[in-house]
């Protein structure tokens, strides 16, 4: 993976770059967040797997079934109703309060995208990014406190997923966790109330309901391998 080279954002520096589309189409297993989980889970499963860099705990959204493929939802089927915030902020980050770019990263260098600064007050696109970053920043330590939740509970547990499709190929998805419904059945009654009451419950079986779309992504891809 190439080095990243950030530098925090200011309009002296940075006032002439313009911000480009994101073009290419997301990656098949994306990270999201527990208030993107509804609209996620209208269009794909959503998992939890672990960092390989860290071992930490992250969920995410499943978009594909095989990295080396075009996403099975795609980016127009995203568009307008589930955007993740960790794929729409490609090139920007948070370093303290402040916001970091990548500088080397080509959505900069689209001379035809929006600018960034009107003099020295950040444009409406750069607004809007940084209403975004907000969002992710209180998302992920959101999303976090409830994975950490499920943990203290033992609520997570592995899932297997292995598909058979028409051509004979059986794809076997390793490395993830959903939310056991037995568990949850099994909670003191203190437990469950302080998990509803933060909200876990319901992002817990938001998660449990999506697991129908794995279904409907391994249909998906039968049609398109017949297809093709």
Known sequence: MAQQRLELLNSQDHGALRLGSLDEAPPHFVQIVIDEFAAAAALCPILITKAAETGQFYAGAILGLKPDEPTLVTRDQLTGLFEPLDWMRRGFHVSGEQIAIDRDDPRFADTAGEPMFEGDT??????????S?????????????????????????????????????????????????????????????ALLRAGHLQAAYTMVQSLRQIGRLARLRNARLTAG
């Open 133 to 193: 970053l907000g969002r992710l920043k209180l998302g992920l330590d959101a999303t976090q406190a409830f994975i950490d939740a499920m943990e203290r509970h033992r609520l997570l547990e592995p899932i297997e997923v292995a598909l058979d499709f028409d051509d004979g190929e059986r794809l076997n998805l390793a490395g993830l966790y959903s939310i056991s419904l037995d568990a949850i059945g099994e909670l003191p009654d203190a437990d469950a109330l």
């Open 122 to 131: 950040p444009s409406p696109a750069l607004q809007a990014m940084a209403r």
